[in-house]
């Protein structure tokens, strides 16, 4: 079971690129995340999809869309890239089955760097 | 959710038991205490997480006061490894409500 994977690892997008961030979580979890950290500034969160067909609007959620067809897959895309984009970026899961479960877990991230 | 308050940084000497508080004195009475941690270039990883009572598992054990307005993360033999930011999270289980991670607490294992 490889739990949550992202892909790239990382990235170097020149301003004004449209870029897709993939997250793929096998543990079938309901809920998924977007978060970007940026240092001092903690993980904030981006988007989120409660279950397949939704999605919500995180504390950041500017300049970001993401799209939840099935329950496996989380994309994030930037439909056009800038500066402040820079920053590491985490996907998350959790199944919110019964009350007090409701842990994310998180990927390995992808380091996205925007020129 | 609730605000937490940890120190920035702690030492512990490798072998010996770390003991990390936070700070939650207007915690709700449905909201939990989550601790996760990041090792450095990782993602978070959770550690536990509890209600009222105290908590334990395979990581560590969550120590929440009575009154629910502190608790303490215990490692009960720090490892090298262990060196990472630790971060006490106060909120709601519900699906949607995100994680505020804060700054956290910068956790160095010394050999």
């Known amino acids: 079971i490889a739990g949550i994977t992202q892909a790239p690892t990382s990235q170097i997008l020149a301003a004004g690129r449209r870029m897709t961030l993939r997250c793929t979580q096998d543990?079938?979890?309901?809920?998924m995340y977007w978060y970007r950290q940026d240092l001092g500034l903690g993980l904030r969160l981006i988007h989120y999809?409660?279950?397949?067909?939704?999605?919500g609007k995180g504390e950041v959620p500017d300049g970001y869309s993401v799209s939840r067809a099935n329950t496996d897959d989380f994309p994030l895309t930037l439909a056009s890239a800038v500066p402040s984009q820079t920053s590491v970026y985490f996907c998350a899961s959790s199944d919110s089955g019964r009350v007090g479960t409701d842990t994310q877990y998180f990927g390995p991230g992808t380091r996205l760097t925007v020129l | 959710d609730a605000k937490t308050t940890q120190p920035p940084s702690m030492d512990c000497a490798e072998g010996r038991a770390a003991n990390l508080p936070c700070n939650h004195s207007t915690i709700s009475g449905n909201e939990y205490v989550y601790w996760y941690r990041q090792i450095h270039s990782q993602g978070p990883q959770y550690i536990i997480h509890g209600l009222k009572n105290n908590e334990t598992n395979e990581m560590a054990s969550l120590i929440i006061t009575e009154d629910r307005k502190s608790s303490t993360l215990i490692l009960p033999h720090a490892t090298l490894r262990d060196t990472a930011v630790y971060y006490c999270?106060?909120?709601?289980?519900?699906?949607?409500?995100?994680?505020?991670f804060g700054t956290g607490t910068s956790l160095t294992v010394i050999p």
């Open positions: 999270i106060v909120r709601v289980a519900r699906t949607g409500n995100q994680f505020y």
């Open positions: 543990m079938r979890h309901n809920a």
């Open positions: 999809s409660n279950t397949a067909g939704t999605t």
